[in-house]
């Protein structure tokens, strides 16, 4: 296919490139890839479009994964899935749920493919239990000369590390091994707290719960937290009314309509952020784990994400509280802070430390660019990590002073690409041309 543009879920990219191509196997990914490096072009497998930067633009050949989402194989005994790399996760939450098992933890979003969510740095909450990425076992990728190769901590090891959250530079990511666990039930507990009562508790909170996180509502002081933990049952979910009001009518319906307002009249965003704050009601419900983790998020937004070190979260929240205060920002978005434990994948955010995660969202349309400039001064000055698939303006001479191993991930990319077939120029920002 050609004449084709693709762009992100929040049209902050588009991509018109020389070719889609929609491979039905490994064996066609190959082929595209070698017929691109043949003819000195560049070649960028997509997802979803989630990802707010320009990670997955080409101006070559855009590999769609439709068809690649199959699940390989399952093993309950070793604890193990195989699939390919453009299932959807809500997809893979289906097949998992069908044969009693289910992702030890995951983000709160489920319709990014497997894949996509894994190679950009995907994350979710937890004590215990990192991102994606650090449940990869396994993985089979393309390489720039159509070299198909299974790596995992005992066969290519240096390639594994290197492209667990990848970033599709160190070849064409088609199927992924990771490990899983037997389906459980969570125990949802949401309740609104003043946020310096959350984080002078941030120590206890973190500690009591194995998933905690929580929702900041600039211009107020208060929070909702949510804390999820693990419970034998019996399931409890919300009931069918109160779930669609919640998580449907206020969640979506009502909150496009109060930011299309927000946006025509920024003055009022203070007042209404009161009344929304004054409006939260604590709930508690008990269902399967992945309905819980995740949720719908359909109004279109524009984020960024810091992961800074989970020691220094209380002072970063207050700066950019003031931060907010200095700016004249007008902000209807609460920040969303969550936490993941010390990982070892080498471009991880979460790599050697554990970490906080604080996300700014903004409603797509509405300038960004002020508002994000200084928080990010912020991040920065704790030695933040931007999340890959998230608006930042970093570059590669800040990213090595805060990525230990990004120089052996280089390494391991002049070997598995050296003639920069799967380059595009957000890569020759964050990593060098």
């Keep these: 296919m050609t004449n084709v543009v693709w762009h992100t879920w929040s049209g902050t990219h588009a991509a018109r490139p020389r070719r889609v191509a929609v491979?039905?196997?490994?064996?066609?990914?190959?082929?595209?890839?070698?017929?691109?490096?043949?003819?000195?072009?560049?070649?960028?497998?997509?997802?979803?479009?989630?990802?707010?930067?320009?990670?997955?633009?080409?101006?070559?050949?855009?590999?769609?994964p439709t068809s690649l989402t199959?699940?390989?194989?399952?093993?309950?005994?070793?604890?193990?899935?195989?699939?390919?790399?453009?299932?959807?996760l809500c997809d893979l939450n289906t097949a998992l749920d069908g044969h009693g098992l289910a992702l030890a933890n995951m983000g709160d979003i489920a319709v990014q493919t497997v894949a996509g969510a894994i190679q950009t740095g995907?994350?979710?909450?937890?004590?215990?239990?990192?991102?994606?990425?650090?449940?990869?076992?396994?993985?089979?990728?393309?390489?720039?000369?159509?070299?198909?190769?299974e790596c995992s901590p005992d066969r290519e090891a240096a390639l594994f590390e290197a492209a667990r959250v990848g970033l599709g530079a160190f070849g064409v990511v088609t199927a992924l091994t990771l490990a899983v666990v037997p389906s459980f039930l969570l125990h949802a507990r949401?309740?609104?707290?003043?946020?310096?009562?959350?984080?002078?508790?941030?120590?206890?909170?973190?500690?009591?719960?194995?998933?905690?996180?929580?929702?900041?509502?600039?211009?107020?002081?208060?929070?909702?937290?949510?804390?999820?933990?693990?419970?034998p049952g019996p399931a409890a979910p919300p009931p069918r009314l109160r779930a669609w009001l919640d998580d449907e009518f206020l969640s979506n319906t009502v909150f496009e309509a109060v930011n299309?307002?927000?946006?025509?009249?920024?003055?009022?965003?203070?007042?209404?952020?009161?009344?929304?704050a004054r409006a939260l009601s604590a709930r508690s419900y008990t269902d399967v784990s992945h309905r819980v983790f995740t949720s719908a998020r359909r109004v279109r937004f524009v984020e960024m994400e810091y992961a800074v070190p989970a020691g220094a979260l209380a002072d970063v929240l207050r700066e950019v509280r003031a931060a907010i205060g200095a700016g004249d920002h007008r902000i209807?978005?609460?920040?969303?802070?969550?936490?993941?434990?010390?990982?070892?994948?080498?471009?991880?955010t979460s790599y050697g430390?554990?970490?906080?995660?604080?996300?700014?969202?903004?409603?797509?349309?509405?300038?960004?660019?002020?508002?994000?400039?200084?928080?990010?001064?912020?991040?920065?000055?704790?030695?933040?990590?931007?999340?890959?698939?998230?608006?930042?303006?970093r570059d590669r001479a800040y990213l090595e002073g805060v990525y230990p191993r990004l120089h052996d991930a280089l390494e391991v990319?002049?070997?598995?690409?050296?003639?920069?077939?799967?380059?595009?120029?957000?890569?020759?920002?964050?990593?060098?041309?």
Aim: net charge negative; charged share 20%.
């Design 190 to 231: 949401e309740e609104p707290l003043p946020l310096e009562e959350v984080l002078e508790r941030l120590p206890e909170l973190r500690a009591d719960n194995e998933h905690f996180e929580f929702y900041w509502f600039p211009h107020t002081g208060q929070t909702n937290t949510k804390r999820n933990n693990r419970t």
């Design 332 to 348: 209807s978005f609460p920040l969303e802070v969550r936490f993941t434990p010390a990982d070892d994948v080498w471009l991880s």
């Design 23 to 64: 491979p039905n196997g490994t064996g066609d990914v190959v082929s595209a890839v070698r017929a691109a490096a043949a003819e000195g072009s560049r070649a960028r497998m997509v997802g979803s479009g989630h990802s707010f930067t320009g990670v997955a633009v080409t101006d070559g050949t855009l590999l769609s």
């Design 70 to 88: 199959r699940v390989r194989s399952v093993d309950p005994a070793a604890g193990t899935v195989t699939v390919e790399a453009g299932l959807p």
């Design 260 to 276: 299309r307002l927000c946006r025509r009249a920024p003055a009022a965003i203070p007042a209404i952020n009161q009344v929304s």
């Design 353 to 393: 430390r554990d970490t906080a995660y604080v996300a700014a969202h903004v409603y797509r349309g509405t300038p960004y660019d002020r508002y994000f400039a200084d928080l990010e001064a912020v991040f920065t000055s704790v030695g933040g990590r931007p999340h890959w698939a998230k608006m930042h303006t």
């Design 122 to 149: 995907t994350h979710g909450t937890g004590r215990d239990i990192g991102g994606l990425a650090a449940q990869v076992r396994g993985m089979e990728i393309v390489t720039a000369d159509g070299t198909v190769v």
């Design 413 to 433: 990319r002049e070997r598995a690409d050296p003639g920069r077939v799967f380059a595009n120029p957000y890569l020759d920002t964050v990593l060098g041309a």
